[in-house]
C-alpha cells in the first residue's frame, strides 16, 4: 500500500511562468511591442499576450511559454504595465501615426482632380463678373 507524502504539496508547488522581465520590458523599451486587434506583440520574441475583462493574461507564443500559466499576482502587476504601456505609448503613437495620415501625399488620380479644380477655380476667378443693365431689371433708381 502506498502512502501519500505529505511534503508533497510543499514540494512541488505550481510552476508560474515569471513575466517580470516583460514588465521592464514594457516600462523602459516600449517601442519593442505593438498592438494590433486586441494583441499586445513583443516584436523581438513574436510573443503575444492577450488580456481578458479580469485582467488574466493568455500567452501564445511558438515556444514552451504557452505552457505556463502566470502568478495571479504577476498577471496583475503585467496588466497595470500594460494599461500604462496603452495609454502614455501606444495611444499618443496612434494618434500621430492618424494626424500624419491626413497630410500623406495622394494618389495620382486625388492629386489630378485636385489640379482640374484649382484651374477651374482660377478660371473663374479671372471670368468678368456678368453685369445687367437696371432697365432689364425693371428697377428704377431711388430718390
Not at 503575444?48 to 500567452?59: E, M
Request: aromatic share 14%.
Amino acid at each position: 500500500m502506498t502512502t501519500a507524502n505529505p511534503n508533497y504539496a510543499a514540494v512541488y508547488q505550481p510552476y508560474y511562468l515569471d513575466v517580470a522581465p516583460m514588465i521592464e520590458a514594457l516600462r523602459f523599451q516600449p517601442s519593442d511591442f505593438e498592438f494590433k486587434q486586441g494583441w499586445l506583440r513583443h516584436v523581438p520574441s513574436r510573443h503575444l499576450f492577450r488580456f481578458d475583462r479580469k485582467g488574466k493574461v493568455v500567452i501564445d507564443a511558438r515556444c514552451s511559454c504557452t505552457g505556463q500559466a502566470v502568478a495571479r499576482e504577476q498577471g496583475e502587476q503585467l496588466h497595470t504595465a500594460f494599461k500604462a504601456w496603452h495609454e502614455y505609448y501606444w495611444r499618443p503613437l496612434e494618434i500621430d501615426r492618424d494626424f500624419a495620415s491626413h497630410f500623406a501625399e495622394p494618389n495620382a488620380w486625388v492629386r489630378l482632380f485636385r489640379d482640374i479644380r484649382m484651374a477651374w477655380r482660377r478660371f473663374r476667378r479671372q471670368a468678368a463678373p456678368v453685369t445687367l443693365p437696371s432697365e432689364v431689371m425693371g428697377v428704377a433708381p431711388a430718390e
